[in-house]
C-alpha cells in the first residue's frame, strides 16, 4: 500500500511539473518571443483588444444605467488596463488625475488654473521621459501619460471656457466649454475610458458625459446600431496588423545603421528609406482603427447624421485610410494622421496664439510643442522641423503652379496625370522616410549616422527649394499690372 501511495505521489509530483511546465510556456514572455514581440508590445495589444468585450459589456448592460455606475466601470476597467500593462506605476496617472481635480475646485475657472495645468501636466510628462528614457523605443507608463496630459489639459481650458460669456467664445469653443462642475468620478471615468487610455484618441469632457447621459446613439432610447461600422474599422485594423507582423521582421529601422546599408548604391538606401517610412507608420494606424472600433461599438464615436440621414460614426476617428494612402502631398498626411491629436493642437494650442499675428510663428511653435510632447530626444525635434520646412515649401510650390499659367496649363495635361502624381508621391514618401528616420532612431549619433549615409538629401533639397522657389514665383508669376494689359 505504501509503495502505491509514493507511486501516486510520484504521478502528481510528475503532472505538477508538467502543468507547470505547460504554463511556462504559455506565459506571455514566450509568445511574444515566439510572435517576433516583446512582451509590452504583446500586452499593448491584447489590452486595445479588450476593449471590445468591454464595450459589449457596456452597451448591454450599462448604457442607460445611472452615471456614477458608468464611471466606475470605465474607471475600473481603466485602471486595470493599467496595471495589466505598468503594474503599480498606475500611480502616476491616479496622482495627476486628483491633482488635476482639485486645481480645477481649487483654482476654478481661471487663467491660473489653466496656466497651472498645462505647466505641471506638461512638467510631470516630461520628467517621465528624462527619468525613464532609453535610446530605444520602449512601451511604458509614459506612453499613455503623454494621452493623459492632453486630455487634461484640454479639460482645464474647457472649464475655464465655461466661465466666459458665451457670446465671447468662438462656436467651436462654444461646443467643449464646461458649463457644470465636474466630480472626481467624472474626471476619473474621463480619464481612464478603456476604448482611449492607452493610445488615445482624444475626446472632450462634453462628448464623454454625453455618452454617459446616453446621447450618443443613432436610435434615441436604444442602444446604438453601430456594431457594423466597428467591426468594419476593426477588420481594417486587423488588416493592417497582420502586414505589420509579416513584414516587420524585414523592413526596420536597425537595418539603417548597419554597414550593410551603408555598402548599398544610392539610389538602394533612398528606396529602401521610401518603403520604410510608409511601413513603420503601419503601427500607428493598426492601434488606431482597432481603438476606433472600440469607442464606434460604445457609441462614443457617434457624430450626428449626414444630410441624407445617415449615421456618422467618426467622431474619434484618428485616421482618415483613403486620404492617408492616396494622397500624394505631406499636407494629406498630417489631415489623415493622428487626426484627433492634431485637432487638439490646432483647437488648445494653435488658435490660442493668435495673439501674436503671425501664422508661421503660431505654427512652428505648435510643432515645437508638439515635438517636446513626444519626448525630449532630438530626432523629434528633428522630424517636426522637417515638417515645418517641408509643409511651407509644398505651400510656396502649390501656389507656383497654381499662379503660373505656364506650369498650370502644364500640370492639366491629362495623359501627364499619371507621371505626375508618381513623382509626386515618390517625393511625398521618401522624404517622410526621411523626416521619421529622426523619429524613430530618437538620438543624434544614430539619426546623424543615417542622413551622413544620403547625403542630408532632405535637408538640402527642401532648403534650396525654400530660398529658389520665391525667384521663380518672381520670374513665372506675372504681375497683376500686366495681367491687366492682357485682359
Sequence with gaps: MASSAEGDEETVVALAGVLQSGFQELSLNKLAT??????????????????????????????????????LYHTFTGLSIAYFNF?????????????????????????TAVLTTFCFQMAYLLAGYYYTATGNYDIKWTMPHCVLTLKLIGLAVDYFDGGKDQNSLSSEQQKYAIRGVPSLLEVAGFSYFYGAFLVGPQFSMNHYMKLVQGELTDIPGKIPNS???ALKRLSLGLFY??????????ITEDYLLTEDYDNHPFWFRCMYMLIWGKFVLYKYVTCWL???????????????FEEKGKAKWDACANMKV?????????????ASFNINTNAWVARYFFKRLKFLGNKELSQGLSLLFLALWHGLHSGYLVCFQMEFLIVIVERQAARLIQQSPTLSNLAAITALQPFYYLVQQTIHWLFMGYSM???????????????????????????????????????????????????
Design 290 to 304: 482597432v481603438t476606433e472600433g472600440v469607442c464606434i461599438l460604445t457609441g462614443l464615436g457617434f457624430n450626428g
Design 437 to 487: 528616420t529622426a523619429f524613430c532612431l530618437f538620438t543624434w549619433d544614430k539619426w546623424l549616422k543615417v542622413y551622413k549615409s544620403v547625403y542630408f538629401l532632405g535637408h538640402i533639397f527642401f532648403l534650396s527649394l525654400l530660398f529658389i522657389l520665391p525667384y521663380v514665383h518672381k520670374a513665372m508669376v506675372p504681375r497683376k499690372e500686366k495681367l491687366k494689359k492682357m485682359e
Design 227 to 229: 456594431t457594423i461600422p
Design 87 to 111: 503594474g503599480n506605476q498606475l500611480y502616476h496617472s491616479l496622482l495627476c488625475i486628483v491633482l488635476q481635480f482639485l486645481i480645477l475646485r481649487l483654482m476654478g475657472r481661471t487663467i
Design 241 to 250: 496588423l497582420v502586414g505589420y507582423t509579416l513584414l516587420s521582421p524585414h
Design 322 to 334: 483613403w486620404l492617408f494612402e492616396t494622397n500624394p502631398r505631406f499636407t494629406g498626411t498630417i
Design 34 to 71: 515566439s510572435l517576433g514581440a516583446s512582451e509590452q508590445a504583446l500586452r499593448l495589444i491584447i489590452s486595445i483588444f479588450l476593449g471590445y468585450p468591454f464595450a459589449l459589456f457596456y452597451r448591454h448592460y450599462l448604457f442607460y444605467k445611472e452615471s456614477y455606475l458608468i464611471h
